[in-house]
């Protein structure tokens, strides 16, 4: 059975940094590109970054290019995103997705996602 | 940024009925879309994959049809189960975009 599951998510003050984790089995993580999708509670979802099965593709929203890194270690089945300078509109519960086979079919598994809050 | 807009936003209606969603694209995303399922306090599930492929285990109650600019979801008869929230999402470009969601309630 395919498992996502989040970590790492905190309150943190504007302009801080913070590092997701997500921990992933059931599959064979290299094989997939992987996804962070964030959810403002009771709002919609917005795509925020992904990665290629080896890390070597990436990419992101416009809001968050230069202040999010999305990384992966297949070796230890994980999915990072780093987060700096992080602002109020960054509050968010966010998922991390796996792709289907191909990209562009949409995602197939999600973790329950790890709540970060972005406050003075 | 291609903008998804679904239609309607809330859906009324009662188990056992058919009923269509919506989804159109600000411009031509062949047939590059999926749509979601979403139960409150849950994440999202995948029920079809390039507009019209259903996941394996999804009800064939659900079907998806189009291309290009206009998109909908059918839903043949509704289980009770059913209502809750649908998403689509548009994997043509980036930003991968989704739109912002229909409800579907008990009438």
């Known amino acids: 059975e395919v498992q996502l599951v989040e970590s790492g998510g905190v309150v943190v003050q504007p302009g801080g940094s913070l590092r997701l984790s997500c921990a992933a089995s059931g599959f064979t993580f290299d094989d997939y590109t992987m996804h962070w999708v964030r959810q403002v509670p009771g709002k919609g979802l917005e795509w925020v970054a992904l990665t290629s099965w080896d890390g070597f593709t990436t990419y992101y929203r416009d809001s968050v290019r230069g202040r999010f890194t999305i990384s992966r270690d297949n070796r230890k089945n994980s999915l990072y995103l780093e987060m700096s300078s992080l602002r109020i509109e960054d509050t968010a519960l966010y998922h991390c997705?796996?792709?289907?086979?191909?990209?562009?079919?949409?995602?197939?598994?999600w973790g329950p996602g790890t709540t970060v809050t972005v406050s003075p | 940024d291609i903008q998804l807009t679904q239609s309607p936003a809330f859906l009324s209606a009662s188990v056992g009925d058919r009923v269509t969603i919506t989804c159109r694209a600000s411009?031509?995303?062949?047939?590059?879309l999926a749509w979601y399922q979403q139960t409150p306090g849950k994440a999202p599930k995948l029920l079809i994959y390039a507009a019209s492929t259903l996941l394996g285990g999804v009800p064939s109650r659900f079907s998806g049809s189009g291309s290009g600019t206009e998109f909908t979801l059918t839903i043949s008869s509704l289980q009770p189960e059913d209502f809750v929230l649908y998403y689509c999402q548009q994997l043509n470009t980036y930003p991968i975009t989704f739109g912002q969601g229909t409800r579907l309630e008990i009438k």
């Open positions: 411009q031509g995303i062949e047939r590059y």
């Open positions: 997705a796996k792709a289907s086979a191909h990209w562009y079919d949409g995602m197939d598994a």
